[in-house]
C-alpha cells in the first residue's frame, strides 16, 4: 500500500517529464490568452481615444473616389462594398492570368533545357538564370516604366487593322456584345462539346476492345463548325462588336488592357515561369530513363512518348511544388499598388482604409480573401494530387 502511494506521488512530482510538458503547455496558454487579453483592450481603448468606431458598417457608406478598370459595373457614389469586390475580381482577374501564362511559358521552357539543340538548351537557362534572381518588384517596374510608358500616345498609336491600338494608355480591342443568337449558340457550342466527349469515350473503349482506334476528327469538326453556323443562321448573330475609335486625345469603344494589368501580368509570368520550369525540368528527370527507352523500343515517336508516358508520371513529382508557385502568383500580386493597379491592396487596404481609418476591419479583411484564395489553390491542387497518385496494394 505504502508502495503504491510513493508511485503516485512520484508520478505528480515536477522531476517527471509528461508533468513538465503539461505544466509548461498550460503555462503558454495562459500567456498567450494574457497577450490576446491586453492587445484586445488596449486597442479597444485607442480607438475609443481617437473616435474610431469599430465594426463593418463603413462598408455601407458611399466611396465617392473612380477605379480605372472594374470587371462590374461600378460608379463613384457606390459604397465600399462594392469597392471590395471590385478589388477582389481584379485581383482574381491578373492571378488566373499569370497562372495560365506562367504555366505554359514554364512547360516550354522546362523541355527546352532538356533540348537536345545545344543553343535552345543554352537561351533556357540564360532565361531562367536571370530572371529568377531579379526581384519580381523590379520587373514590375521595368515591364511599366521602361516599356509601357513609353509607347506613344493615342494619336500616334500602333494601327493594327483599325481594329487594335497600342498606346501608353493600353491596348484597345474590339468589345464582344451580347446578340439576339447568344443563348442559342451557347446551346449548340455545348452539345458539339458533350457529343464530341461521347465520341472520343466511345471511341477509346472500341480500342480497348478491339485494338483497332477509328477516325473521328471529320465527325468532331463537322460538330464544332455546322452546329454553331446552323444555329446563327436560325437565330441570328451570337455577338456583336464594338470597335474602339479615336475621339479627342483617347479612344472610346471597346474594350482596354490597361498597363499596369499588362505590366504586373508580363512581370509575375515572367518570373514565375522560371520557377516553373525547374520544376518541369527535375520532374521529367525524376521519370527512370528506362520509361524513354522501353517507349522508344516500341517505335513510339519522341511527342507520343512525352505526351503519352513521361508527362504523366512526371505530374506526380511536379503538382506539389507547382502548388506553391501558384501560391506565390497570388501573393505577389499585392506588389500591384507599386504602380497602381487596383487590386485589393491598392483599392480596399489603400485608399479604402485611409479613408475610413478602419485600419483593423479592412486589413483583417484582406488577409482573410488572401488566405481564403490560397487555401482553394492549395484544396484544389491537392484533389488533383490525389487523382493522378499512384495506388498501391
Known amino acids: 500500500m505504502f508502495h503504491r502511494r510513493s508511485t503516485v506521488k512520484g508520478s505528480l512530482s515536477f522531476s517527471n517529464p509528461a508533468v513538465r510538458a503539461w505544466l509548461f503547455q498550460i503555462l503558454a496558454v495562459i500567456a498567450v490568452i494574457s497577450i490576446a487579453v491586453y492587445l484586445i483592450h488596449n486597442t479597444i481603448n485607442n480607438l475609443n481615444n481617437s473616435g474610431i468606431t469599430s465594426g463593418f458598417s463603413f462598408l455601407d457608406r458611399s466611396a465617392?473616389?473612380?477605379?480605372?478598370?472594374?470587371?462590374?459595373?461600378?460608379?463613384?457614389?457606390?459604397?465600399?462594398?462594392?469597392?471590395?469586390?471590385?478589388?477582389?475580381?481584379?485581383?482574381?482577374?491578373?492571378?488566373?492570368?499569370?497562372?495560365?501564362?506562367?504555366?505554359?511559358?514554364?512547360?516550354?521552357?522546362?523541355?527546352?533545357?532538356?533540348?537536345?539543340?545545344?543553343?535552345?538548351?543554352?537561351?533556357?537557362?540564360?532565361?531562367?538564370?536571370?530572371?529568377?534572381?531579379?526581384?519580381?518588384?523590379?520587373?514590375?517596374?521595368?515591364?511599366?516604366?521602361?516599356?509601357?510608358?513609353?509607347?506613344?500616345?493615342?494619336?500616334?498609336?500602333?494601327?493594327?487593322?483599325?481594329?487594335?491600338?497600342?498606346?501608353?494608355?493600353?491596348?484597345?480591342?474590339?468589345?464582344?456584345?451580347?446578340?439576339?443568337?447568344?443563348?442559342?449558340?451557347?446551346?449548340?457550342v455545348v452539345i458539339a462539346i458533350v457529343v464530341t466527349i461521347g465520341l472520343f469515350r466511345f471511341n477509346r473503349m472500341h480500342q480497348t476492345k478491339t485494338g483497332q482506334l477509328r477516325r473521328t476528327w471529320p465527325t468532331v469538326l463537322a460538330l464544332i463548325i455546322l452546329l454553331p453556323v446552323i444555329s446563327q443562321w436560325m437565330f441570328g448573330a451570337a455577338l456583336h462588336w464594338d470597335i474602339p475609335t479615336l475621339r479627342g486625345f483617347n479612344f472610346r469603344g471597346g474594350m482596354v488592357l490597361i498597363p499596369e494589368l499588362a505590366a504586373l501580368t508580363l512581370a509575375l509570368s515572367v518570373y514565375t515561369s522560371a520557377f516553373i520550369a525547374e520544376i518541369i525540368r527535375a520532374g521529367i528527370q525524376a521519370v527512370p530513363y528506362g520509361q524513354h527507352e522501353a517507349a522508344r523500343s516500341l517505335g513510339l515517336p519522341n511527342p507520343v512518348t512525352l505526351r503519352q508516358v513521361i508527362i504523366p508520371q512526371a505530374l506526380r513529382v511536379i503538382i506539389p511544388p507547382l502548388t506553391s508557385q501558384y501560391l506565390n502568383i497570388v501573393k505577389n500580386s499585392s506588389l500591384a499598388a507599386a504602380i497602381g493597379y487596383p487590386d485589393m491592396v491598392s483599392l480596399f487596404a489603400g485608399t479604402v482604409l485611409n479613408q475610413t481609418g478602419q485600419a483593423i476591419e479592412t486589413i483583417a479583411i484582406t488577409m482573410s480573401v488572401y488566405l481564403i484564395i490560397s487555401l482553394s489553390i492549395s484544396l484544389l491542387m491537392n484533389i488533383y494530387n490525389r487523382r493522378i497518385a499512384l495506388i498501391e496494394r
Open 64 to 188: 465617392g473616389f473612380g477605379i480605372v478598370q472594374h470587371l462590374i459595373d461600378y460608379e463613384q457614389g457606390d459604397t465600399y462594398g462594392r469597392v471590395f469586390v471590385v478589388g477582389l475580381l481584379n485581383t482574381l482577374l491578373v492571378s488566373a492570368l499569370c497562372i495560365v501564362f506562367a504555366s505554359i511559358l514554364g512547360f516550354f521552357l522546362g523541355l527546352a533545357r532538356l533540348s537536345d539543340n545545344w543553343l535552345l538548351r543554352k537561351l533556357s537557362t540564360i532565361y531562367i538564370e536571370t530572371f529568377r534572381n531579379i526581384p519580381p518588384l523590379l520587373q514590375i517596374f521595368f515591364w511599366y516604366f521602361a516599356v509601357l510608358r513609353n509607347l506613344p500616345g493615342p494619336r500616334q498609336a500602333v494601327n493594327a487593322l483599325d481594329l487594335m491600338f497600342l498606346s501608353n494608355r493600353g491596348l484597345y480591342i474590339p468589345a464582344p456584345q451580347m446578340g439576339e443568337g447568344f443563348f442559342a449558340f451557347c446551346t449548340t
